[in-house]
Nanobody, 124 residues
Framework: QVQLVESGGGLVQAGGSLRLSCAAS????????MGWFRQAPGKEREFVAA????????DYADSVKGRFTISRENVRNTVLLQMNSLKPEDTAVYYC?????????????????WGQGTQVTVST
């Protein structure tokens, strides 16, 4: 059974930082590209960041470039999202996802497994 379990969300003031973690089980983790998406109330789920199988390639949404960093630890089957300089518009449920590809996909249709999400709320 495949499971992706996110943690690390919470309430933070604008300008603060959070680190999200996603633990994967039931898949050969190193054969999957991993991504983070987010969904705010009333909005579509949008791409945030993605990382290749071995972590040598990353891609970010323009809205988070320079503030967020995605990384992975294949020995621990974990993908991380370090979020700095948070803004109120970053408030959303954040999801991690797995895509069985050697590329770094940015579209959610390329991802086959999803976590349940973790809430991030940034106050003014």
């Amino acid at each position: 059974q495949v499971q992706l379990v996110e943690s690390g969300g919470g309430l933070v003031q604008a300008g603060g930082s959070l680190r999200l973690s996603c633990a994967a089980s039931g898949i050969m983790f190193s054969t999957y590209a991993m991504g983070w998406f987010r969904q705010a109330p009333g909005k579509e789920r949008e791409f945030v960041a993605a990382i290749s199988r071995i972590g040598d390639t990353r891609d970010y949404a323009d809205s988070v470039k320079g503030r967020f960093t995605i990384s992975r630890e294949n020995v621990r089957n974990t993908v991380l999202l370090q979020m700095n300089s948070l803004k109120p518009e970053d408030t959303a449920v954040y999801y991690c996802a797995a895509a069985r590809t050697g590329l770094v996909p940015t579209h959610r249709d390329r991802y086959v497994y999803w976590g349940q999400g973790t809430q991030v709320t940034v106050s003014t």
